[in-house]
Antibody, heavy 119, light 110 residues
Framework: EVKLVESGGGLVQPGGSLRLSCAAS????????MAWVRQAPGKGLEWLAN????????SYVDSARGRFTISRDNAKNSVYLQMNGLRGEDTAVYYC????????????WGQGTLVSVSS | QSVVTQPPSASGAPGQRVTISCSGT????????VNWYQQLPGTAPKLLIY???QRPSGVPDRFSGSRSGTSASLAISGLQSEDEADYYC???????????FGGGTKLTVL
């Protein structure tokens, strides 16, 4: 079965850090760009970052640049999001997604992992 | 406030045709392809349209996408109750060097 499974979410205090993981299965992970997208409660989708197949090209949205780091390990079929300096406004469901055609078109999504930032 | 703008809501009766707009600029819709996603309550988004007007395998031909200048549209014909969902446009912005999502449109089937 082709799927993405996120993990690593949870409750963290403001200023804290969290590392999200996304495990891919059922397809050749190293063939695809990957991305992270989040959705705050009751709000719309916000793209955070993407990473090229070999990890040599990365882009971030302004709100994530400098605090979040996307990375991947093709040997482990996984993509990661390291989040530092977390704030209340980072509370959201975080999704990883596969870019299937290089048009920034995300055809496969995980179920999401909830990150709650609160004291 | 997103750099691409969608109406917050849309509605239509079963069987009708509904269009959802996505307005942008020359830095995004005017120069790059547009994607559309459907999100049912409590679920992950689903790719509906890619490359502005292409449907992934399995998406009914009731769904279609188009673009004119710096605006894009998603049309849904033969509206069905299961189409009730949130719809998002998304496009790469060459100035921001990032993907931008529209704010989303909540579609209600009357």
């Amino acid at each position: 079965e082709v799927k993405l499974v996120e993990s690593g979410g949870g409750l963290v205090q403001p200023g804290g850090s969290l590392r999200l993981s996304c495990a891919a299965s059922g397809f050749t992970f190293s063939d695809y760009w990957m991305a992270w997208v989040r959705q705050a409660p009751g709000k719309g989708l916000e793209w955070l970052a993407n990473i090229r197949q070999d990890g040599t090209e990365i882009s971030y949205v302004d709100s994530a640049r400098g605090r979040f780091t996307i990375s991947r390990d093709n040997a482990k079929n996984s993509v990661y999001l390291q989040m530092n300096g977390l704030r209340g406004e980072d509370t959201a469901v975080y999704y990883c997604a596969r870019d299937f055609g290089g048009y920034d078109s995300y055809d496969l999504w995980g179920q999401g992992t909830l990150v709650s930032v609160s004291s | 406030q997103s750099v691409v703008t969608q109406p917050p809501s849309a509605s239509g009766a079963p069987g009708q045709r509904v269009t959802i707009s996505c307005s942008g600029t020359s830095s995004n819709i005017g120069s790059r392809t547009v994607n559309w996603y459907q999100q049912l309550p409590g679920t992950a988004p689903k790719l509906l349209i890619y490359d502005t007007d292409q449907r992934p395998s399995g998406v009914p031909d009731r769904f279609s996408g188009s673009r004119s200048g710096t605006s894009a549209s998603l049309a849904i014909s033969g509206l069905q109750s299961e189409d009730e969902a949130d719809y998002y446009c998304a496009v790469w912005d060459v100035s921001l060097n990032a993907v931008v999502f529209g704010g989303g449109t909540k579609l209600t089937v009357l």
